[in-house]
């Protein structure tokens, strides 16, 4: 279920909520310190992913549905306020947790980055600005390689008034991304991904098909345990680092 993908000197993974040591409605991958949560089942969990990386560092931002991205230069324990880490250190591992968002994996040459992208984040500008920081970091648009994980999918995502105007201040075409599915409005959170990544001239784009909300068992999803009166949702956790000569 979490196996290591690898692509050039990198390597990655989008987890599931699997394989991990938390109870009940955590059970059993949680990487996230929610409230009724063990901490401890937390850092082990950490660890279990963790060591599939030859144990390195863990580097979480503390997440706000923002659009800033920072680059990730020393390996200390400073908390990083953003939804989106760049680096170029091998000796670290940068991570954001999910449960619906989509976690992206953006690689180039020598620097890579993972991106927390909710729906706010997307639409203030948190793809375009990792890609930015990648360019201005020498990166060339051609050698970026994004990898999307698992995430809510049209199907699963039903949207009221309130959305469409904010979709519509930020998005002109924002007709484009929402359809009426039996007296239901559904947004097309992949596509408006799929946009925003081809618009930065980048062509090596892969997308998971895998939709938090229908799997359950293999994911954690805000959006079902809301859905069926579930009080605390956990979070997985998404890894991406270079690998050991």
Request: glycine share 6%; hydrophobic share 40%; with cysteine.
């Amino acid at each position: 279920m979490n196996k290591l993908k690898i692509y050039n000197k990198f390597l990655f993974c989008f987890f599931s909520r699997n394989g991990g040591v938390s109870k009940n409605n955590f059970s059993s991958l949680n990487c996230a310190l929610n409230k009724g949560d063990l901490n401890k089942n937390v850092f082990k969990n950490r660890k279990i992913a963790s060591n599939l990386f030859d144990k390195k560092k863990i580097i979480l931002p503390n997440q706000t549905h923002s659009n800033i991205v920072l680059n990730v230069k020393t390996k200390n324990n400073k908390i990083y306020n953003a939804d989106a880490l760049v680096s170029k250190r091998d000796d670290l591992l940068l991570g954001i947790l999910t449960a619906d968002c989509a976690p992206i994996i953006v690689l180039g040459l020598e620097m890579f980055g993972i991106i927390h992208a909710g729906w706010r984040g997307v639409l203030n500008g948190i793809i375009e600005n990792t890609i930015e920081k990648f360019i201005s970091n020498g990166e060339k648009e051609n050698n970026i390689k994004i990898y999307v994980g698992p995430h809510l999918k049209k199907a699963s995502f039903e949207v009221k008034d309130d959305f469409i105007q904010d979709l519509r201040k930020n998005v002109y075409n924002f007709e484009d991304y929402i359809s009426l599915e039996e007296k239901k409005i559904k947004f097309d959170f992949s596509r408006l991904i799929k946009s925003k990544i081809l618009n930065l001239n980048i062509k090596k784009l892969s997308i998971s098909n895998l939709d938090t909300f229908s799997n359950p068992s293999r994911f954690f999803s805000h959006r079902y345990c809301s859905s069926n009166k579930i009080k605390i949702c956990g979070r997985q956790i998404s890894l991406v680092g270079i690998k050991n000569n």
